[in-house]
């Protein structure tokens, strides 16, 4: 049996998907196949070259997979001494916000953190402040109140423990916890 008859009685047996996913084909049977009436996806297919291009996504497809990745990101940070959210986080608390509507039934945690610089006391009012303005922000977007806890830990649990500026901008935080 010669290499065309071969092929053509491969496409018969074997389903279409595994022909156009197979990509082992030696040069032989690539110059046998293109010497009749195309390449073997275009017999696979009718003349219809198939399996290069990814799928065109919607724009709410778009928009779903953009905000499912930054809902990944779970840390507001603030200025010293500051608990308002700052515009850089939108569209991080977006993504958030638009989950926790969608999902009702998901409760969410939204800590508060502070710097070690201040009282105990007053960091801990800070962290709170910085906590209640993440709620604030997010009942702001439709979420309910009934689905958001928060609690302030003011410096008591540090992410970075250098005493640099850097560390302190670290430590300056919302932590969003599902």
């Given at each position: 049996?010669?290499?065309?008859?071969?092929?053509?009685?491969?496409?018969?047996?074997?389903?279409?998907?595994?022909?156009?996913?197979?990509?082992?084909t030696?040069?032989?049977e690539?110059?046998a196949?293109?010497s009749?009436?195309?390449?073997?996806?275009?017999?696979?297919?009718?003349?219809?070259e198939?399996?290069?291009?990814?799928?065109?996504?919607?724009?709410?497809?778009?928009?779903?997979?953009?905000?499912?990745?930054?809902?990944?990101?779970?840390?507001i940070?603030?200025?010293?001494?500051?608990?308002s959210?700052?515009?850089?986080?939108?569209?991080?608390?977006?993504?958030?916000g638009n989950?926790?509507?969608?999902?009702?039934n998901?409760?969410?945690?939204?800590?508060?953190?502070?710097?070690e610089?201040?009282?105990?006391?007053?960091?801990?009012?800070?962290?709170?402040?910085?906590?209640?303005?993440?709620?604030?922000?997010?009942?702001?977007?439709?979420?309910?109140?009934?689905q958001?806890?928060?609690?302030?830990?003011?410096?008591?649990?540090?992410?970075?423990m250098s005493r640099?500026?850097d560390?302190?901008a670290?430590?300056?935080?919302?932590?969003?916890?599902?």
């Amino acid at each position: 049996m010669d290499l065309n008859k071969l092929f053509k009685a491969m496409l018969v047996v074997l389903p279409i998907m595994a022909l156009s996913a197979c990509s082992s084909t030696s040069e032989s049977e690539t110059d046998a196949t293109s010497s009749t009436s195309g390449s073997s996806s275009e017999l696979a297919t009718g003349g219809v070259e198939t399996g290069g291009i990814a799928p065109i996504l919607t724009p709410e497809e778009q928009q779903r997979l953009k905000y499912q990745e930054l809902r990944k990101e779970h840390i507001i940070y603030f200025d010293f001494d500051r608990s308002s959210v700052s515009a850089q986080f939108a569209e991080v608390l977006q993504a958030h916000g638009n989950y926790l509507v969608e999902h009702p039934n998901v409760r969410l945690m939204i800590e508060g953190h502070a710097d070690e610089r201040g009282t105990p006391e007053y960091n801990i009012a800070l962290g709170e402040r910085r906590a209640k303005a993440v709620a604030k922000y997010l009942q702001g977007m439709g979420v309910l109140p009934s689905q958001m806890s928060i609690v302030s830990y003011g410096e008591e649990k540090p992410l970075d423990m250098s005493r640099t500026d850097d560390g302190f901008a670290i430590n300056r935080r919302a932590v969003l916890v599902y």
